[in-house]
């Protein structure tokens, strides 16, 4: 991926104003995201990379962690699961709304449960068996490196929920490394195993764009509950090809996401300036 000062001049030289945050929804940005359907990469790694001041991390924090309860909220109401990618992106656009800059990251992640649970490990494996959009997704919104409000709801085995956070706003976690067990299911380890790939090119192969996002979005841990342990590798980016208005993936009791906006979240989110 470019430099934080070469996807700046790319901007530029192709007339993409960056002043606000969704500038991917501009025409130009939309033009050149044709020619290269990895070209929101570098929005992502904008967000990621560009100064905030003390002011603005203060309000966003605000902000983001309202719009975040409140969605939960009406996540468990709506009772979806495996709603991640779509939840993810309403979020987004709620918050771009406000003048919150983020980022949809699309991964896997890996829990590991105390030894006193009894609970094995669960993984979100981004290359598995069966159709699915992403097996995980969650935000990159500063102050916060994750903001994740569904990994709860989601469906376990066990005991395995009483150890996960409702919602996850880190600032920091631990950084890590992603591992072949960590993106990719046993099961498709295998089946290219016995397709005569290496073992070292797996990742390579079956996650394309993971280096490149990982340049700005490092594989993180971050607690759970009760030492539960959260492992989050991004392998790509994402973003919600229409703007709040004109989402329809999700119901919430005969709203849709831009009505549910409009009546619950409008007037009681601030708007950042900075």
């Given at each position: 991926m470019?430099?934080y000062?070469?996807?700046?001049?790319?901007?530029?030289?192709?007339?993409?104003?960056?002043?606000?945050?969704?500038?991917?929804?501009?025409?130009?940005?939309?033009?050149?995201?044709?020619?290269?359907?990895?070209?929101?990469?570098?929005?992502?790694?904008?967000?990621a990379?560009?100064?905030?001041?003390?002011e603005?991390?203060?309000?966003?924090?605000?902000?983001?962690?309202?719009?975040?309860?409140?969605?939960?909220?009406?996540?468990?109401?709506?009772?979806?699961?495996?709603?991640?990618?779509?939840?993810?992106?309403?979020l987004?656009?709620?918050?771009?709304?406000?003048?919150?800059?983020?980022?949809?990251?699309?991964?896997?992640?890996?829990?590991?449960?105390?030894?006193s649970?009894?609970?094995?490990?669960?993984?979100?494996?981004?290359?598995?068996?069966?159709?699915?959009?992403?097996?995980?997704?969650?935000?990159?919104?500063?102050?916060?490196?994750?903001?994740?409000?569904?990994?709860?709801?989601?469906?376990?085995?066990?005991?395995?929920?009483?150890?996960?956070?409702?919602?996850?706003?880190?600032?920091k976690?631990s950084?890590?490394k992603?591992?072949?067990?960590?993106?990719?299911?046993?099961?498709?380890?295998?089946?290219?195993?016995?397709?005569?790939?290496?073992?070292e090119?797996?990742?390579?192969?079956?996650a394309?764009?993971?280096?490149?996002?990982?340049?700005?979005f490092?594989?993180?841990?971050?607690d759970?509950?009760?030492?539960?342990?959260?492992k989050?590798?991004?392998?790509?980016?994402?973003?919600?090809e229409?703007p709040?208005?004109?989402?329809?993936?999700?119901?919430?009791?005969?709203?849709t996401?831009?009505?549910?906006?409009?009546?619950?979240?409008?007037?009681?989110l601030?708007?950042?300036?900075?």
């Amino acid at each position: 991926m470019k430099s934080y000062k070469e996807i700046v001049e790319d901007f530029n030289s192709k007339g993409i104003p960056v002043e606000q945050p969704n500038f991917y929804d501009h025409p130009n940005f939309i033009a050149a995201e044709r020619e290269d359907p990895s070209y929101l990469n570098n929005y992502a790694a904008f967000v990621a990379s560009r100064a905030y001041s003390k002011e603005y991390l203060e309000e966003s924090k605000i902000i983001i962690t309202t719009a975040s309860k409140m969605l939960h909220e009406h996540l468990k109401k709506n009772g979806r699961q495996g709603a991640c990618v779509d939840i993810t992106g309403i979020l987004a656009r709620i918050l771009e709304k406000h003048g919150v800059w983020c980022a949809c990251i699309k991964g896997s992640c890996t829990i590991e449960f105390p030894a006193s649970s009894n609970e094995e490990k669960t993984h979100f494996w981004s290359v598995d068996q069966g159709e699915f959009a992403a097996a995980h997704s969650w935000l990159f919104a500063p102050p916060f490196n994750i903001v994740d409000i569904t990994i709860r709801e989601q469906d376990y085995s066990g005991k395995k929920k009483s150890y996960i956070p409702k919602i996850v706003l880190d600032k920091k976690g631990s950084n890590s490394k992603a591992e072949i067990e960590d993106i990719i299911s046993p099961s498709i380890v295998t089946n290219l195993r016995m397709r005569g790939i290496p073992t070292e090119e797996l990742l390579e192969l079956s996650a394309t764009q993971m280096i490149d996002v990982q340049q700005y979005f490092p594989v993180k841990i971050v607690d759970g509950i009760n030492g539960t342990k959260l492992k989050y590798c991004p392998v790509a980016i994402h973003a919600s090809e229409e703007p709040l208005e004109g989402i329809k993936n999700m119901n919430f009791r005969g709203k849709t996401p831009y009505k549910l906006y409009t009546k619950y979240f409008k007037e009681k989110l601030g708007t950042i300036n900075a």
